[in-house]
């Protein structure tokens, strides 16, 4: 005689052990089986249990998902420690000066004050700019006058450029653009009034 199988655990079901037959497709069973499994084992029964609901992900939601943990990490790694903002003043009272500048400090340490808790002061005294003394019109004019293809009028005047101008042009030529820099000196001494630090010229 063929011992009866059960569909669960596919061991023999003797006659010495409890068994279970199912009310619905009358499929024997062992008792512990059909208890571990909440109900018949055979598919398609109408006493299996229920079947539990399926999670269904769309690509998108994957897509997402994947997205979402790999800016996590980058997120967490770049984000800067966050600055402890300054209690506020309980209400009813105005804050202090002392306050207010402490909170300046914290927020903008760089501007107001150096990395210590006591704002930095400014222990230099800054020179006064005295004018210089202004030159003299008339040996402006004579050394326009005499040496102004070298520039001559120019370097008094402290207008370095124009007059390596004057005489590069003067030079490169070998004389002549001589005339032509003799020119520019006449145009020179007939307009300009003040050297090249804006004093004017004396008389």
Not at 98 to 104: F, M, N, R, T, V
Request: aromatic content about 6%; hydrophobic content about 35%.
């Amino acid at each position: 005689m063929t011992a009866t199988l059960c569909p669960y655990c596919q061991g023999p079901i003797s006659d010495s052990e409890e068994s279970t037959v199912c009310s619905g497709c009358e499929t024997p069973h062992h008792k512990d089986c059909y208890e571990e499994n909440n109900g018949c084992t055979v598919f398609g029964c109408q006493c299996a249990p229920p079947e539990e609901p399926k999670l269904s992900i769309s690509t998108p939601d994957l897509m997402n998902a994947s997205t979402a943990t790999a800016a996590a990490p980058a997120l967490s790694a770049t984000s800067a420690p966050a600055i402890p903002s300054p209690a506020p003043p309980p209400p009813g009272r105005a804050m202090t000066t002392e306050e207010l500048q402490q909170i300046a400090y914290r927020v903008v340490p760089s501007i107001f004050s150096s990395y210590d808790d006591s704002p930095a002061i400014s222990t230099t005294v800054e020179q006064p700019v005295l004018p210089s003394e202004p030159k003299n019109r008339m040996g402006f004019m004579i050394l326009g006058a005499l040496l102004g293809p070298l520039g001559a009028h120019n370097w008094y005047a402290g207008y370095h450029k124009k007059a390596a101008a004057q005489l590069a042009i003067t030079v490169l030529t070998l004389g002549f653009g001589s005339p032509m820099s003799w020119l520019w000196a006449i145009i020179d001494i007939c307009t300009i009034d003040r050297d090249s630090n804006g004093v004017q010229f004396s008389s």
